[in-house]
């Protein structure tokens, strides 16, 4: 399964965005998203377990991001509102490796697409 993260582009402080990951087939497993800085470690952002019922977040971004799974189990969103200029990254999605993961451990997953780039000005 390949994953392509796409939604990113460039938002005033306070603005929202959709990011939307979409994969080459269904996904069952736990789907991340993370971001990352030039010069910096891949960060965790957001997590939806495999049975849905589960979320996780970073603390960064707990209340004002939201992600979400379509009933197809081929897209997961991540809602981003409220945005402010330390968002600014390239978002990645990508597919937890098994059952067994840390949401916020990049090494748990795999299949990561390529990114889309998040720019939120001041």
């Known amino acids: 399964v390949q994953l392509q993260a796409s939604g990113g582009g460039l938002v005033q402080t306070g603005g929202s965005l959709r990011l939307s990951c979409a994969a080459s087939g269904r996904i069952f497993e736990a789907v991340g998203w993370f971001r990352q800085v030039p010069g910096k470690e891949r960060d965790f952002v957001a997590a939806?377990?495999?049975?849905?019922?589960?979320?996780y977040y970073a603390a960064s971004v707990q209340g004002r991001f939201a992600i979400s799974r379509d009933n197809a189990r081929i897209t997961v969103f991540l809602q981003m509102d409220t945005l402010k200029p330390e968002d600014t990254a390239v978002y990645y999605c990508a597919r937890a490796k098994g059952g067994r993961y840390r949401a916020d451990r990049p090494e748990d997953f795999d299949d990561w697409g390529q990114g889309t780039l998040v720019t939120v000005s001041s």
């Open positions: 939806i377990d495999r049975s849905d019922d589960l979320t």
